[in-house]
């Protein structure tokens, strides 16, 4: 079999990516960075090896509340369910996708691949005081 292919000019996306000033004159911080430490970490709650309080300053209480009430239901279903293995183990977030809203509001959704399964995880998150926080976190 013999594959013939043509020379074409190579189509390179734009490579800028959101990013919003930490403060005046501050480094870039790259919402993307941001949406993926935060489910990583959100993630790593609910399978019980990272405490919840570590997301304090970038949860919302809303949110914060909403995540601490899930991984203690969580916990309570694993306690039961002994013997099985854990339902969220080794959550590697595989990509990461964010909208910019307004100069302030960007929305993420981030893909997570677990052992046996993928999730995903919508976030909006708002620059409060030069601070990126989630203001809305749905996790599948």
């Known amino acids: 079999m013999t594959l013939t292919t043509t020379?074409?000019?190579?189509?390179?996306?734009?490579t800028q990516r959101t990013t919003a000033a930490a403060g005046?004159?501050?480094?870039d911080i790259d919402v993307r960075l941001v949406a993926r430490s935060i489910a990583q970490a959100a993630l790593e709650v609910l399978a019980g090896t990272r405490p919840v309080h570590q997301?304090?300053?970038?949860?919302d209480a809303a949110c914060y509340l909403s995540l601490q009430h899930?991984?203690?239901?969580?916990?309570?279903?694993a306690a039961r369910s002994r013997g099985t293995a854990q339902p969220h183990r080794s959550p590697m977030v595989r990509s990461v996708r964010v909208?910019?809203?307004?100069?302030?509001?960007?929305e993420a959704s981030i893909v997570v691949a677990e052992e046996h399964r993928c999730r995903a995880v919508a976030m909006?998150?708002?620059?409060?005081?030069?601070?990126?926080?989630?203001?809305?976190?749905?996790i599948g």
Do not use: M, N
């Open 7 to 14: 020379s074409r000019p190579v189509s390179r996306r734009s």
């Open 124 to 138: 909006r998150l708002e620059r409060l005081d030069g601070v990126w926080q989630v203001t809305a976190l749905e």
């Open 55 to 59: 997301l304090s300053r970038s949860l």
């Open 99 to 106: 909208c910019s809203i307004s100069e302030s509001i960007c």
């Open 24 to 27: 005046q004159g501050g480094p």
């Open 70 to 77: 899930r991984a203690a239901l969580t916990r309570k279903h």
